[in-house]
């Protein structure tokens, strides 16, 4: 059987969903996230009978609670679902790879603890993990080379919103937004969930600061 929220389409709702603080209308839906009005309408349909968004007048809704809407969302796509991983490590000599990355062309976005600590610096350190569409071009132009270590991850995303509403950090570096990091610390992009508590804690204490 179908996951209900699987899907670029449900994805793209969801997500949009969580970052913005905002009163939705399906035409804002639609504008915002690109998808046909009749699968919005479906998604929020059914977002409503799981009581994940409230219903202000016809056409209107909001999240009542974002953390719930991410936790159920995390049930039909966790990230070992819906990435292909490879495993690296740099070549010896090589400046470091977060140094390297802003500079090439690769389209990324950094996830899992390393992004993270840019909100919360008190995540534990674990493995650097980095959204790529193509983990072997990457590789190429990062000097990486294969690895058993899994001190690297490459992940090969099933779903293209991963990039959606990055954040760009001051050395041009790139971020999955931080509902996607949290979604991900969640669901297999660290070997403990314990690891996303003080992200979860820090979005719920600062949902200005993240939240459109």
């Not at 209308?25 to 349909?45: E, F, K, N």
């Not at 990435?83 to 090589?94: A, E, I, N, V």
């Amino acid at each position: 059987m179908t996951a209900t929220y699987a899907g670029d389409n449900a994805a793209l709702v969801i997500r949009a969903l969580l970052d913005f603080r905002s009163l939705w209308t399906t035409h804002d839906l639609v504008s915002t996230t690109g998808v046909p009005a009749q699968d919005v309408r479906r998604i929020v349909d059914r977002l409503e009978q799981d009581d994940l968004v409230e219903r202000h007048a016809p056409g209107v809704v909001t999240v009542p609670n974002w953390l719930a809407l991410l936790r159920r969302w995390n049930e039909d796509s966790p990230f070992t679902r819906t990435t292909q991983l490879t495993y690296w490590r740099t070549k010896p000599g090589t400046p470091p790879l977060l140094d390297r990355i802003p500079t090439t062309q690769i389209r990324h976005a950094l996830t899992g603890t390393t992004a993270a600590q840019h909100w919360t610096p008190e995540t534990p350190t674990g493995r650097t993990v980095i959204y790529t569409p193509d983990a072997q071009a990457a590789a190429t132009v990062w000097e990486l080379i294969p690895s058993k270590t899994k001190s690297i991850i490459l992940a090969e995303p099933t779903l293209d919103v991963v990039y959606t509403r990055t954040r760009k950090t001051p050395t041009g570096l790139r971020l999955a937004a931080p509902s996607q990091v949290l979604a991900d610390l969640l669901t297999g992009a660290t070997p403990s969930r314990r690891t996303a508590n003080p992200l979860t804690e820090w979005m719920l204490d600062h949902p200005l600061e993240w939240r459109y």
